[in-house]
Each structure stands twice: as C-alpha cells, then as structure tokens.
C-alpha cells in the first residue's frame, strides 16, 4: 500500500478568537500529562458515491466540508487552533490545525486484506506533523484525511496529551461531525477553566510527570501489537466465573482485563520460569466522581493513575478482579475532594507521591525477582462509533497506534493494554502491546484463545468464539 500525500494547509477558525481569549491555561493535571504520548485517533467510513463515474466530485465536495465544518467547530475549539507557548499555556493565536490530506492506491477492503495492516495504520495518522514534543510552538491537534480508491476514508488525529485526555479529544470530534451535519445545536460548547478549578503549579518540574514512572519498567525489544475481541456472550460467561463474596456485578472491563492479566502472567511466567508479582497501572477517568460535580463540558485531562500489585499466587481471575476492583476505586470521590481542598503546591505534592511511591512499590528490594509489569488504560463507554459525519457511523475505530519505527530490535516500549468498544458496543477490543516474541506466545495460549477472536478483520462480522 501506498500513500501519496496531497496537500498540508493550516485550517483557522472561522471567526478569529477575542483578545480576552487568547491565553488557554492548562490545570496542575494536565502539567502531569505534559511530555508523554499524544492521543490517536483513527476513524474508517466506507463512505462510497452511488454512482461511481462521479467520484472525483463527491470526493472534492466531501473534503470542502470537511474543511468548513471543521473551521466553524474551531471557534468554539479554539485552544486547539493554537501552539502550545510553555508548560502553563497555550498560545490561541488561531494558527490553525495542521491538516493533511491524502491518498491511498488501493480500496479499503484490500487494506483490511493486508497481513499488516496494523502497521499500516501508522501511515494513515499525521505522523509528520504529530505534537508529542508539547514543546514551544507545537501543535495541539494535527489532522489526516485519507481517501482511498473507492472513495472511503479515514480521518486521523493526534491530540496532545498536554491538554486533553480523549474523552476530551472525542468530545471535539463529534462537534466536528456534528457542525457538519448542522446540529451543532446537540453538542454542549466546551468550558477551558479546568485552571481555575486545579491551578498549575508555577515550579512544575520536568521530570514530576506521569511519562517519568515509565523508565524502571521500560523494556527493549521489537515492539509488537495485537487485538483480542471480547464479545458479549464471552464477557457474561466471565462475569460470571470472576463473582464472588469480594466483587458482585463485576463491569465488563473489570473482567476482561482481570482475564487478560491472568494470560499475561501466566505466559510470562512460563516463558522466564520464575514466578513473579503482577504489577499493573490503570488509567482511571475521574470526572464524574467529583463532588460537587465538574462541569460535564469542562476540557482537559481527568484521568489519573490507579496502582495494583498481586503475589504469584494471587494471579488468577477470581483474584485479580478483586484487586482491580481495589485498584480503580482509589481514584474516587475522595481522590477528587483531596485534590480540591488542596492548594497547587499541596496538590502537586499529594499527585507527585502517588506517582514515586507506585514507583518504589513495585521496585522495592523486597521484590527479590521484579515484577511483571503491564500499564493499562480504557476507552470503553466515549461513544466512538457515534460519531457520524452524515455518511453513517465508523466501520471502525481505534485509539492506538503502532509506529513503523517499533520493529527494530532496540526499540524501547512499556507492556501495555488499551481496551475500548467492539464495534457491536456491547463486546471489548483489547490492545496488547508486547514484544514479538512475548505477543506470539499470548496469541497461541489456549486459555486465551477460547474467550477472544484473535486480530480479527473489521470489515467481519465478529467472529463468535467458544468460552469453554
């Protein structure tokens, strides 16, 4: 597969923004943010002309409004049209988003037909023109269009981190599709005070930021990455198996990644033949446990890291959903009050231990042989496959992305899992980022096997799978 890039423009909002308006500061959560993995985000259409003789029309029309739509969004959006200043602020100086478009040699159905099209999916991002820098004058929102022969496409984002999380991120898209289809009038206009909620602290240091727990754990290797599906009937049978005195009505994430864990560490395990804690982090989304509650349509980051470590022993599915369930209930309503009540040096204090005494847990000498760690994160419940832009809802969508670059045999990496929905809404697409030779030992176990369909192709209908 080829892609040929046809231009890179910067598209402004369509009414320049106030002078009142023009400095965005970001919040003493999105400071932690600062310096890591921006946001991607990959939508498929198979958006076709009904008549094929007029593709060229229909694509040329297709990408005007587009352009407008996201122009007219931009106004309400508009830190997102700006460049990133320092680690307080954005400059919405309304240079616009970096915007590619682009085209693809080949249909969609022969992408999804390409043994690698994982790895290709890079090359469907605005890789180029990504923000991950989040330093001085880099973009907040970069954006690639690709069309392919038969006219469907896709539409590519990279968020930065700095400022948004991606419900923050997926917030701004379906405005997007929604101003297209002219019912702007659906979606809530976004708030930027989350600053005046959780001030910044003035002396935030580099290398406080959630990216520095990373390096105790970083592993060197050749990156791979698969996706296990989980479907519905799969997930109950799980549910049912993981209930127990400790945790009723288990949640679908609850289970699949507690099952996941369980196959993570078992192959491990019999790979390195030492018995090892399973150590794990969750991203957890915080928002709506605030109380009093956060405004709904307040932009920024509110997700923060959740911690968990299970013994050998303790590494099966009816005890690993106990602790994920500990795991994610610490970041609650009272992990929000605290933050709150504190000032933003009390509050970067109060964040900052969380993130060095999760470090020295699960690097303490009394862990005589390390731990096997995974980080985790969930995208489930955003409404990815609601955004519809006129042309019906995604045929798929992800929120990851593997870099062509990861193949190399030094490349550095984190064992990491993202779960999100499964294009029924009801099942889970996990994401397993691994090294190669780790991932070819997870797609083969058995136990995994009999719950998950295994990379499966999007354009198929869910494959439904035994749960023996």
Request: charged share 20%.
């Amino acid at each position: 597969m080829e892609i040929e890039k046809i231009s890179e423009r910067f598209i402004k909002p369509s009414s320049p923004t106030p002078p009142h308006l023009k400095t965005y500061k970001i919040s003493l959560i999105d400071q932690f943010l600062m310096y890591g993995i921006d946001i991607p985000m990959l939508f498929f259409y198979s958006n076709q002309p009904a008549n094929p003789i007029a593709i060229d029309d229909f694509i040329s029309k297709r990408s005007q409004l587009l352009k407008q739509s996201l122009s007219e969004t931009l106004i309400h959006y508009y830190p997102l049209a700006g460049r990133i200043k320092d680690h307080l602020s954005v400059d919405c100086n309304d240079e616009g988003v970096c915007y590619v478009e682009a085209q693809a040699n080949i249909t969609l159905s022969g992408y999804f037909s390409q043994p690698d099209y994982l790895t290709l999916m890079d090359s469907l991002l605005p890789r180029q023109v990504s923000c991950s820098a989040s330093s001085p004058g880099s973009y907040v929102v970069t954006i690639q269009v690709t069309t392919f022969v038969c006219g469907s496409i896709t539409i590519g984002l990279f968020g930065a981190h700095m400022i948004m999380d991606a419900a923050g991120l997926i917030s701004f898209v379906k405005a997007w599709a929604a101003t297209l289809c002219n019912s702007r009038k659906e979606t809530a206009t976004p708030s930027f005070h989350g600053a005046s909620i959780f001030p910044p602290y003035d002396a935030f240091p580099r290398d406080a930021t959630m990216a520095s727990f990373d390096e105790p754990f970083l592993k060197t290797g050749k990156l791979a990455a698969r996706t296990f599906v989980f479907d519905a009937s799969t997930i109950s049978n799980l549910k049912a198996q993981a209930t127990n005195s400790s945790v009723e009505n288990p949640t679908r994430i609850e289970v699949v990644s507690s099952f996941l864990f369980e196959c993570i560490s078992a192959v491990l395990r019999a790979k390195s033949g030492t018995d090892k804690p399973f150590a794990f982090t969750f991203l957890v989304s915080w928002k709506r446990k605030a109380i009093p509650p956060l405004p709904e349509n307040l932009f920024g980051n509110f997700i923060w890291m959740a911690s968990g470590l299970s013994s050998p022993e303790q590494t099966k599915l009816s005890s690993l959903v106990c602790k994920v369930r500990e795991t994610i209930s610490k970041i609650g309503t009272d992990f929000v009050k605290d933050i709150r009540s504190e000032s933003s040096d009390g509050a970067f204090s109060m964040l900052s231990e969380t993130i060095t005494g999760t470090r020295r847990k699960f690097t303490s000498s009394t862990l005589t042989n390390g731990v096997n760690f995974v980080m985790a994160s969930s995208l489930c419940n955003l409404g990815l496959y609601d955004v519809d832009f006129g042309w019906g809802k995604p045929l798929w969508v992800t929120c990851v992305d593997v870099p062509v670059n990861s193949s190399s045999a030094d490349h550095e990496f984190l064992n990491s899992v993202a779960f999100m929905d499964s294009r029924t809404g009801k099942g889970i697409e996990a994401w397993v980022f691994m090294d190669e030779e780790d991932l070819v030992l997870l797609e083969k176990y058995e136990k995994l096997l009999a719950y998950a369909s295994a990379t499966p192709n999007p354009l198929k209908p869910d494959l439904h799978v035994s749960h023996s």
